[in-house]
């Protein structure tokens, strides 16, 4: 009988090796993009790694330290602005694709959900009063 109520705390090591795979992929990668998800079903965000890319998503605060914070630690030119952009539930996706085609690949990347608690109606339905007829 295993108990779901204690889940294994993540180790130093696993939180230095998600920096360092980060950090390599900043090297080997042209382009870096930042996402925000809302929303998120896991099976609909692993229909978007389908990209060519090396997409990142985890804890917030680990994923900034991979870019570092001041230009002084900076990991890749530039790649220090990022830091301070990742709050909430955003991911960070490498691509050696063109700027264009990722945009557009995600433009047309829709799929089709069921509506959750809090989700607003996309229409309105009236039901008139009175018995229902089949």
């Known amino acids: 009988l295993v108990s779901l109520t204690k889940l294994a705390k993540k180790t130093k090591e696993h939180k230095s090796a ?9 090297d080997k ?10 929303n998120m079903h896991n099976t609909h965000l692993k229909t978007a790694r389908k990209f060519t890319a090396r997409t ?3 804890r917030g605060a680990i994923m900034a330290k991979a ?3 001041t230009p002084k630690e900076k990991h890749r030119h530039r790649l220090h602005k990022l830091a301070s952009e990742i709050k909430g539930e955003v991911g960070l996706f490498f691509s050696d694709s063109p700027p264009q085609e990722v945009i557009d690949s ?3 990347f829709q799929q089709p959900n069921f509506a959750r608690t809090g989700t607003r109606a996309s ?8 018995p229902i007829i089949q």
């Open 123 to 130: 229409r309105t339905v009236v039901i008139p009063v009175g």
């Open 18 to 26: 998600l920096i360092q795979e980060v950090q390599e992929n900043a």
């Open 67 to 69: 870019p570092r914070t």
């Open 56 to 58: 990142f998503f985890g």
């Open 29 to 38: 990668l042209q382009y870096c993009w930042l996402f925000e998800v809302a």
């Open 106 to 108: 995600f433009a047309d």
